[in-house]
Nanobody, 134 residues
Framework: QVQLAESGGGSVQSGGSLRLSCLIS????????LGWFRQAPGKEREGVAA???????NYADSSKGRFTISHDNAKNTLYLQMDSLKPEDTAIYYC????????????????????????????WGQGTQVTVSS
């Protein structure tokens, strides 16, 4: 069983930065995907960024150029560095994992790229609140 625990959320002013962390416990196969997703009040859950076990990354258009996803294997921790934050980034942020490329990744150009579709992920954390004020 895989368990995920997010931390690092908080309140920040527009233009500021936050780094989210997600501690991963349990066993993931070598062919896995890790991702960050968010859900604002009254809106559907949406993908932010994802990283595959081979290091390939995928970003939603809303986060490109501002957010960076990374994974420290030694610490079993997934990160999301968020810079140039905007009020529209306000949401609950969730980390997620799936251990089957068949469901969480697409094959293109000779590599597997993780999906940012939340329906492709099986394991979920409880979420951490991020609030950006103008």
């Amino acid at each position: 069983q895989v368990q995920l625990a997010e931390s690092g959320g908080g309140s920040v002013q527009s233009g500021g930065s936050l780094r989210l962390s997600c501690l991963i416990s349990g066993y993931l196969t070598t062919d896995h995907c890790l991702g960050w997703f968010r859900q604002a009040p009254g809106k559907e859950r949406e993908g932010v960024a994802a990283i595959g076990s081979e290091g390939s990354t995928n970003y939603a258009d809303s986060s490109k150029g501002r957010f960076t996803i990374s994974h420290d294997n030694a610490k079993n921790t997934l990160y999301l560095q968020m810079d140039s934050l905007k009020p529209e980034d306000t949401a609950i942020y969730y980390c997620a994992a799936d251990d089957s490329w068949a469901s969480c990744a697409e094959f293109r150009g000779g590599r597997y790229f993780p999906l940012t579709d939340h329906t492709a992920y099986y394991y979920w954390g409880q979420g951490t609140q991020v609030t950006v004020s103008s």
